[in-house]
């Protein structure tokens, strides 16, 4: 019900009783009672004594909130919901994390057959679950595999004799599982399977969106247990019902991390005395990923660019069709936008040869073009000023093929395993120092480009690195102003990173084939 009227309390409240309607300002928080549910403001009686007040029971909110017991809220046991005379969006707390208790009011709702199973509403049923079974208790929990990673799918729920269930209840560890320190952590996992680290979690959130945030949540967390707000669409499948986990990761003073879906992995290490949850990731599964790719049916194409007759090889991966090689396109008469924001590695034709050349993004996105568009003017790439480029952009890349945007890369990434491994499969099999040469099972054969910084004029990275544009921009929030552009990053290491580049540097550019409804 609450999910139904999120942004709209004024659905649920009776048309009477309400004694400050006028502090209402958005019509969504005015009483009309859409739909018959008639919440009256009764108030509630709180126990404050927590809080350090002298009287314990305190009355409140008569006329201006109603308030009801809920038997579970937001994953973590009972609580209850308010709905407040000036708020569009009802209100959802629990006991354990507000302490003390509540009076409050209490609606019923007719059964409507047989409860769904917990297991049954916190899955995802599109997705394939595995299962382990933890041999020292013969516990069986659900596994997924998300990229390259295979995770639990629920929290581990073994009593090693120290570990606790929220409220010493023995029920809520069957959903939630259990609370451990640090060292209980560390060395509770089923044999196989271990904490993950930093690196693990981090890979799992960029696996899950790509960029950490509101999606990631969304698709880490479960389709039930959550308040309306936070409810995810668990499209992983890892099916979160809690929200922070510790990370296997120590700092030097001896005190751990914590990843947290919400936020990301924890900046500030924590005292590994706390209790957090903990879900298991399987040994070895990245080193099998890499022995296995998804699809080794590697079929190459060719196109020409109709503006200087050069020939690219092409190649399908998935359901996209990519460059195989990098732009080398220069003819800055024909393209003014070339004109001082190109160049060939150390100046020297020869590589443009092999490694095409190096752009800025005022370049990669045809910012001249963009600028003298007819119908939608845009005048960016050069300045900090933002584009709001939706959508494919052509820019420098020939007729019939765009610059990728963010969701064309996560979905590269999808199709040869996910971010962790996705280095591996890219990379080209020569070019790479340091042992950083790939597999490039796909044919999709990044071979390493360097970078040149425009401030230093100067160029690195030749041998290891190749760094390829989006035409998605960092939104900072500060009208007009773009800090930087999203970019693809290959170095040594198998991983793929997709993060933010400076605009004003110069890096490759990979175009991807435009689909028939572009």
Known sequence: ILATTTRNSGNLKSNSGWINGDR????????????????????????SSFAGNETRYVWGGFGERAVFQAAYVDGYGSGYIEIYDDWDDPFSQTYRRRGGEVYASVRCLKDDGPA?????SRLNPDVAYDSLIDERDGQVYKTVKIGAQVWMAENLNYDDGKSKCV????????????????????????????????????????????????????????????????????????????????????????DAYRADIDRGIGAVPLDKAREFYVRCVKNGAIAEAKANPISLDVVYDSMTDDRDGKVYKTVKIGEQTW???????????????????????????????????????????????????????????????????????????????????????????????????AGWFLKSVIG???????????????????????????????????????????????????????????????????????????????CIKDSPAE
């Open 323 to 421: 460059m195989a090689e990098n732009l080398n396109y220069d003819d800055s008469v024909a393209t003014p936008s070339l004109n001082g924001r190109s160049w060939c590695y150390d100046n020297e034709s020869e590589n443009c040869d092999v490694r095409g050349r190096l752009y800025t993004w005022s370049a990669a996105i045809d910012s001249v073009t963009l600028a003298n568009d007819a119908d939608n003017p845009r005048n960016c790439g050069a300045t900090r000023k933002t584009c709001y480029l939706f959508g494919p952009v052509r820019g420098i890349c020939p007729s019939g093929w765009h610059l990728p945007v963010f969701e064309e890369w996560e979905t590269l990434y999808a199709s040869v395993g996910g971010y962790s491994v």
């Open 167 to 254: 409220n010493d209840d023995a029920e809520n560890c069957k959903v939630l599982g259990r609370l451990y320190t640090w060292d209980a952590a560390y060395s509770g996992c089923p044999n196989g399977w271990h904490l993950p680290d930093d690196s693990e979690w981090n890979d799992l959130f960029m696996d899950a969106s790509g960029v950490i945030g509101y999606r990631t949540r969304k698709s880490l967390k479960s389709r039930s247990g959550w308040s309306p707000r936070d409810i995810g669409t668990n499209t992983t499948g890892f099916s979160a019902m809690t929200s922070v986990f510790w990370s296997a990761t120590e700092d030097k003073w001896g």
């Open 24 to 47: 209402c300002i958005l019509d969504s928080c005015k009483s009309t009672d859409a739909y018959g549910f008639s919440a009256v403001p009764f108030g509630s009686k709180e126990d």
């Open 116 to 120: 769904p199973k917990a297991e049954e």
């Open 432 to 510: 790479w120092g340091e042992e950083g040469n790939g597999s490039d099972a796909y044919g999709f054969s990044a071979f390493p480009a360097g970078q040149f910084a425009s401030k230093e004029k100067t160029f690195d990275k030749k041998d290891s690195l190749v760094r390829f544009w989006s035409s998605d921009e960092e939104h900072t929030g500060i009208p007009d102003n773009t800090g930087n552009v999203y970019c693809m990053t290959l170095d040594a290491g198998d991983k793929a990173i997709f993060g933010l580049c400076p605009l004003l540097d110069a890096y490759s550019v990979r």
